[in-house]
């Protein structure tokens, strides 16, 4: 139970109305975006719904009607359908079933009349009518008037009426839709009408079969505003008046009739100028509306509910900790005259009192373990090899970090490349010995510096020579190799091949070097094992290009197979500037050009980065020399960046293998930094730097946090002895535990038992 003293219950409401406060800021705004955003997007979906319903419709029939002009143009083409094969006595029985063939193939169509121009005459799928039989079937045609009848079908364009009764073939049909359209023939002009009457039932059951079972008036009104169709529901809604106060607006209104407020829902064919309305109650339309906002406002008070129960449970959990270390802070004080003013402090205040200076000679000794570990030189050739500082101030700030001292002077790298599986397993460590040797070497006026080269059976050497008057530099690397060359020899049995690159005077620029040797390696399979291959020999036995030395093109190549941008652009640079400079012809500039393009994609492509070239056409079509290496130097940027990506996928698979492989066996008694370099075939010095590189902290300190971590879980939730517990983590020495357990957490493991638990 918690301790109800006056500053700790202070403390505790503190850290509950803190709680409280961080999550109702984000609360009070999260509601109301996700309440209006609900809502809105409901409403916004039911009127898309209800548009893209009634907009169905609307296609569906603007199909069938579409589907009645292809048949009237059918018929203009159709030879058996001509007015004289249609008067004809013979030929006229196939005309009608014609006709009928064509009624067929709508499922609208309730009866089909043609009529021609300058004739009386109706032609149907039943025979022959005169106008005026037709007009005496209908009182409504009658009261038309048979002068009007013949205008709508002399028609040149199509022609919507309405008919409430008709009797054709001695049957009634009532509420049927005459649609008329002029029948052309390779012509605007138009010879003839047909007659389509469609029933305005059809019409309708169309219309309902894709609304469903809505509670509302259904209208189709043609261009003129007169109803062509209508599903009546509710009488008191007029036609005429919803048609008024539409506006030929489309999309979703609100009108007012007979005191009341109805939802509309309007579309407009383009193709024959009708237009669909449903009209309905509001409560209708959104009834989904108005339980949804019930849910979403049950949700929040729930979630309202559930984020005051969880700030009072936080506040009291991130309390009980801070009680727990006021206590031990305490218990480790001596009392003092100044101890009454320290009781009227609160729990932060002691803790921080207590733990500053703790905190302060901590974080000093981490950065003065971190400066002086042996690996961290190695990281700092390595560094140092890949180009990585571009400003000699900075260069000078971590080599005084790391107390390394290289003077002024002459500078080359050495590779030194040991035949494949030279270090294995069992011989591992010798690759370490031997790095240790060669750092040791005594030069007259030089020192050596030696780093593992990653993954590979290489050793990288960095030779700098004080001396700043020196005659003849290559004879004194020849001799400075040899001399490394008998060392190795004496130590390691198996007789590396040495391939050595040029000096600089920069250190700076030292990478130049390493890009030599590496690039010297490449013909090291021309030599017999055991050989030194010097960068210059290379450049001096190959003959110069018609307009630049092989020598740039072998350092432009293993750049960009190490990712070292700044030294493919200078080697890109230089070749360019020997190709301005000297003058060619046409042909042998464009030789040139194409030699470097097709050493840049075979280089790439050996690298496995041909994805990264975006267009090899306008490569190859380049307007100049300076688009060509605009081009190229872009091309050689976004290609060495690849290259150290796929550098630092490698590192991000290898470090999750590692720690895994860490996380699972840090419990047993054989785990060592040599054991498991030795399962993932690292030397030892790799292993520790990178594991401090990923991890923070040294190889012996992350198992041991793991082990401590197991140890608390143990004691605060089991009760196995502290012995059975040491013992499961890989400790048998129980006290020499105890004493490491207490001197981190500070307490000694039965203590912090009783304080967790």
Known sequence: MLRKTKNRSKLLYKYIISYLLIFLVPFVVMSVVIYFSAVSSLREEIESSNIYNLEQVRNLTDDRLSELETITTR???????????????YYGREAINELKKYKANSAIIEELFIYFYNDETLYSTNGLYSIDALVQNSKQLERIGKENILTDLNTDLPLIRTIDELKINSETHENLIVYYLPVKLNSVTPYGTAMYFIEESTLISMIQNILGEMEGNVYVFDEGGQVIASTILDDSISASNVISLLNNANGIDTIGLNGKEYSTVSVQSGMSGWTFVTVMDPNQLFSKLSSMKYIVAFFLVALFIVGLI?????GQNQYKPIRALSDIAKRGENTSSSSGLRNNENELETIGRSFTTLYETHELLNETVFLHQPFAKEQFLLRLLKGSFEHHNELAAVMESLDISIEEGHHFVATLHFEAGSFCEESISEKDQLI??????????????????????????LVSTSASTITDINSLIEQQVTIIQTLVKKYFE??????????????????????????????????????????????????????????????FVQSLKQGDVTVAHEMLGDMFHVLEQKNHSIHEIKCICFDLINTTLKTISEIGCQDQVIDLNQLVEFKSIEDLKSQLMNMVEV????????????????RDELLSFIRENYTSYEISLEFVAN???????????????????????FIQDLRIQHVKNQLTQTDQPIKEIVDQVGYKDVANFIRKFKKIEGVTPGQYRKLHK
């Open 75 to 89: 018929i203009s083409f159709d030879p058996r359908l001509t007015p004289y094969m249609m008067n004809h006595g």
């Open 310 to 314: 969880l700030a009072v449970v936080l």
């Open 436 to 461: 240790k040797k060669l750092q040791e070497i005594h030069l007259a006026n030089a020192r050596v510096y030696a780093v593992d080269l990653l993954y590979s059976d290489s050793i990288a050497i």
């Open 494 to 555: 198996k007789l590396p091949t040495i391939c050595v690159g040029q000096s600089y005077r920069s250190l700076e620029k030292v990478n130049r070097s390493y890009i030599e040797a590496l690039a010297t390696a490449e013909y090291k399979f021309t030599k017999p094992h055991g050989s030194i291959l010097f960068f210059k020999d290379i450049g001096e036995q190959s003959q110069p290009l018609i307009g630049y030395f092989k020598e740039e093109q072998i350092k």
């Open 639 to 654: 290609i060495c960046e690849e290259v150290e990506q796929k550098k630092d996928s490698h590192n991000s698979k290898l």
């Open 679 to 701: 399962q993932f075939y690292l030397s030892v010095s790799y292993l520790s730097r990178f594991i401090k590189e990923q991890t923070g902290v040294t190889f012996t300190q």
